[in-house]
């Protein structure tokens, strides 16, 4: 009930900034939170970076004080903004939706978008 749809990956050198945004249609209105998870090859799909709908947001580690997530409430989108990329950033990043009901979670998925970070 929910179609994300990514855009904004692609190549770019160590330091460099790179905007991923997604958009969200269909039931958005049920969304909890939406969030960004990357998967390198060989690794799991592991958060990024999240947001609530309350607006509390979330970071992995490696990634604080380098990427922001944000929401643009009107266009139904969130947006990663990454800077200071790294080699070790290079993934295919996937947005996410989740919709919880009681003990009942629902993610929904884009279709992946590839940031590959030069050295």
């Known amino acids: 009930q929910v179609q994300l749809v990514e855009s904004g990956g692609g190549l770019v050198q160590a330091g460099g900034s790179l905007r991923l945004s997604c958009a969200a249609s269909?039931?958005?209105?049920?969304?909890?939170?939406m969030g960004w998870y990357r998967q390198a090859p060989g690794k799991q799909r592991d958060l990024v970076a999240s947001?609530?709908?309350?607006?509390?947001?979330n970071y992995a580690d490696s990634v604080k004080g380098r990427f922001t997530i944000s929401r643009d409430n009107a266009k139904n989108t969130v947006y990663l903004q990454m800077n200071s990329l790294k080699p070790e950033d290079t993934a295919v990043y996937y947005c996410?939706?989740?919709?919880?009901?009681?003990?009942?979670?629902?993610?929904?998925w884009g279709q992946g978008t590839q940031v590959t970070v030069s050295s």
């Open positions: 996410n939706a989740a919709v919880v009901r009681g003990p009942v979670r629902y993610d929904y």
């Open positions: 269909g039931n958005i209105f049920n969304i909890n939170s």
């Open positions: 947001n609530t709908r309350r607006g509390d947001t």
